[in-house]
């Protein structure tokens, strides 16, 4: 079968290997047009299969030759270049508000959670990497607020995977204040996240320079994407993952940007490349990275490859994310109260 080579365009500031304006990407060098991808960091090793599986099934539907530029960086920073006039066709975000703002910047649509699964194309769970054996003995978010232990996670202010990490690590608090009877379950939980970030080592741009970090010898423990991890085990890291008994459910969400594809003419192609995302072929291939699915009858398929910790919970759990948006993240929120000591 012939495969197209696919053209990895540095744009949006992608891994910092030059630039190449989207505005002048709609045609290949050969005539074909070209989709132009913005991503989160942390789903690049899986697109790398994904595009070329969609460029040959394209080929095949059509007739027509398709290419690809893509840029990955940390969901926000993404975000905020897109709708400061980066023209990608599509994007792969780590988190609903980020997607959030390219509705209210008028790029997205605001039915983009109609389609299929609400708009998402993966899921994950936070979890914990440690060194090889665990030498730390860490068994649960509690840990991490030992003073022998030091932590990485992002920084919530660029990356979503942070933002992430940080619900998990509130919500395992109030977790705990509701089964231990605390009268002010928020209290105990901001506390419990105070106590955790004091132990942190490293607050990097994105969820993939964290684990760079890590690898490099940075920590003794990262709070990170299940999928990460077993993206690197794979890989032949040698890591241990937890899985905390309590947890937060990650869901990216995917979306065509339709003023963008629309200018340049790539609409048809953005609207098929995200509905692929949700075909069976690109959740296997997304399972074959560690993620999650989206998918009810391959999540039943793959139980045994992803436990579900028992104290597992959602956004809702925390409100929901204008609620989890303002009460932590806010310049008056929870957030910025434990990066001030207040």
């Known amino acids: 079968m012939l495969l197209l080579p696919l053209l990895s365009g540095c ?12 505005a002048s990407a709609a045609a290949g060098s050969s005539g074909e047009r070209t989709l132009v991808i913005g991503a989160y960091s942390v789903v690049k ?13 394209w080929l095949e539907e059509t007739g027509e030759r398709i290419s690809f530029q893509e840029s990955y960086e940390a ?11 980066f023209e990608a066709d599509v994007t792969l975000l780590a988190l609903e508000g980020d997607m959030d703002k390219l509705v209210r910047s008028g790029l997205v649509s605001k039915g983009w959670k109609d389609p299929a699964y609400n708009g998402m194309v993966t899921r994950s769970i936070v979890v914990l990497g440690t060194r090889a054996g665990n030498p730390k003995g860490i068994r649960d978010f509690q840990d991490l607020t030992r003073e022998d232990v ?13 933002q ?5 690590i509130y919500g395992a608090g109030l977790k705990q204040a509701e089964r231990q009877g605390e009268g002010n379950p928020e209290a105990y939980a901001k506390t419990f996240l105070e106590q955790v970030h004091r132990n942190i080592e490293s607050l990097d741009k994105s969820g993939r320079a ?7 010898g940075v920590g003794d423990v990262i709070v990170t994407y299940e999928n990460e991890l077993l993206a690197r085990i794979a890989k032949g890291v040698d890591y241990d993952i937890v899985i905390p008994d309590d947890t937060i459910l990650i869901e990216n969400p995917a979306a065509v940007v339709e003023t963008y594809a629309a200018k340049r003419g790539t609409l048809d192609v953005a609207e098929a490349f995200i509905d692929y995302l949700r075909s069976a072929e690109a959740q296997e291939v997304f399972v074959q990275h560690g993620f999650r699915p989206v998918a009810q009858e391959l999540s039943e398929e793959t139980k045994e490859q992803f436990p579900e910790p028992p104290g597992l919970f959602d956004i809702q759990y925390l409100g929901g994310w204008d609620h989890v948006r303002e009460t932590l993240y806010s310049k008056r929120g929870i957030w910025y109260q434990v990066l001030a000591g207040i």
């Open 45 to 57: 090793d899986a697109m790398a299969d994904l595009l070329p599986r969609f460029q040959q099934k």
């Open 11 to 22: 744009l949006g500031g992608n891994d910092g290997n030059g630039s190449t304006s989207a």
């Open 164 to 168: 992430w990490d940080i619900n998990a």
């Open 150 to 162: 030091k932590v990485l996670y992002p920084n919530p202010k660029t990356s979503g995977g942070a």
């Open 210 to 216: 964290s684990m760079a970090a890590f690898e490099y």
């Open 75 to 85: 969901s926000g920073t993404q975000a905020r270049s897109i709708a400061g006039g």
